[in-house]
């Protein structure tokens, strides 16, 4: 009931993410990577239940390392510091072990209505890996697995690939036709001879399944971060269409050695368990489809360079419009003004006195009254008499004077 959601959210007093990880400037990805996980498994929630200053060493640690992991975000903070972050749009993951009830049924309310919620590992499951305790079941290349997982739990898989295969590149895919949420993990091999988490990919839905994937393929690939869209469509509805391109990620792994790689299921669902197919692919037989993909990956990075270019000139022409739109109100009221001022003065051209202006007023500019007294011809005359009954000249009877004719 009164859990809290842990994540990269903004700490109380942000310190120097490069000496929260205890890292230097020159520090690579992987070390980074690996003195997050070090830190982040020592202050995780699940192992400091009882400490809430662990509690917010764990924050801390996630909010620097997701602005270290991300080129993008690392730059801008090498740069300029806190001040270049947008502190908003830092990603929420939630960790599901230390949500209550009630929390975990709004996030699952949430989640159902198509809000992307991220979470995070269960620090259990990260822990045994590290030991070396799990079980893993072998998964030879070209066939799946299918099975069932527990919330917060995950199945472990064993992928031994030859030096061909890993020449030709792999695939590893998970699916779920019952739309189960999931999330597909690799691990690398620790030295102390456990396994380390080196990448994750969350399912997402895709037609009528949900789905999670790896391409090791020897090309840089793009993973697709759908929370980046809904916090852009959530802050600036008009410009999210700008942004949807911003989540693209680069994949940390591009390439796998020959050997056996660990891979795992996790389920994610909120409260059930989560059914998947895992499969593994040798990319030798899909070398037209590879070479798709890394056409497509072309495409879409020009395309989104050209979006952020298109957005600078959408904008401009956007305040254009809106300036040109205003003005237009303002000139036309000013036309209005001015044709109702020209009537003003063109009506105080009369003898007519103003009083008597409403009675006057049926008459056309430049036409004459008539006279006091005058009768007119279409008007009964001053005794009142009825004309109407003389007859006119196509009421006469000229059937006599037609005869005399013919």
């Not at 959601?5 to 992987?30: H, K, M, W």
């Amino acid at each position: 009931m009164g859990s809290k959601i842990e994540g990269p959210s903004t700490p109380a007093n942000r310190r120097d993410p490069y000496e929260v990880l205890s890292v230097t400037r020159d520090s690579t990805d992987q070390e980074i990577k690996t003195a997050y996980r070090k830190l982040a498994l020592k202050y995780h929630p699940d192992k400091n239940a009882s400490n809430p200053e662990a509690s917010e060493l764990f924050k801390e640690v996630a909010y620097s390392y997701s602005i270290l992991s991300d080129p993008e975000k690392r730059r801008q903070y090498d740069s300029a510091g806190f001040e270049a972050l947008d502190a908003e749009s830092m990603d929420m993951e939630i960790d599901l072990s230390n949500l209550g009830t009630v929390n975990t049924m709004f996030a699952a309310l949430f989640s159902k209505l198509g809000v992307p919620i991220k979470t995070t590992i269960s620090a259990n499951v990260l822990e045994e890996a590290l030991n070396g305790t799990v079980t893993v079941r072998p998964l030879p290349i070209g066939t799946s697995v299918s099975g069932k997982v527990e919330k917060q739990c995950a199945h472990f898989f064993g992928v031994t690939i030859n030096e061909q295969q890993a020449e030709s590149g792999i695939v590893i895919r998970a699916t779920s036709t019952a739309q189960s949420k999931f999330k597909l993990l690799y691990f690398e091999h620790d030295a102390n001879g456990g396994y380390g988490l080196a990448l994750q990919e969350d399912s997402e839905k895709t037609g009528k399944v949900t789905s999670a994937g790896m391409y090791f393929l020897r090309f840089q690939v793009y993973r697709m971060d759908s929370t980046v869209n809904a916090l852009a469509m959530a802050k600036d509805p008009e410009g999210a269409f700008f942004k949807r391109l911003e989540g693209l990620q680069p994949c940390e792994v591009s390439e796998l050695k020959p050997g056996t790689h660990i891979f795992a299921v996790y389920g994610d669902n909120f409260f059930k368990t989560a059914s998947y197919t895992i499969e593994a692919v040798c990319a030798k037989s899909h070398e037209e489809n590879t070479q798709k993909l890394m056409d497509i990956e072309a495409q879409i990075l020009r395309k989104r360079n050209e979006l952020r270019q298109f957005e600078s000139e959408y904008r401009k022409a956007l305040a254009r419009y809106q300036e040109v739109t205003d003005r237009y109100t303002k000139e036309k009221q000013s036309v209005d003004e001015l044709l109702k001022q020209r009537d003003s003065i063109h009506s105080s051209f009369t003898i007519v006195k103003p009083s008597n202006i409403g009675s006057a007023s049926n008459l056309s500019n430049g036409s004459s009254s008539k006279i006091a007294g005058e009768e007119s011809p279409e008007d009964g005359g001053s005794d009142g008499k009825d004309k109407s009954g003389k007859k006119k000249w196509f009421n006469l009877n000229l059937k006599g004077s037609d005869k005399r004719l013919i």
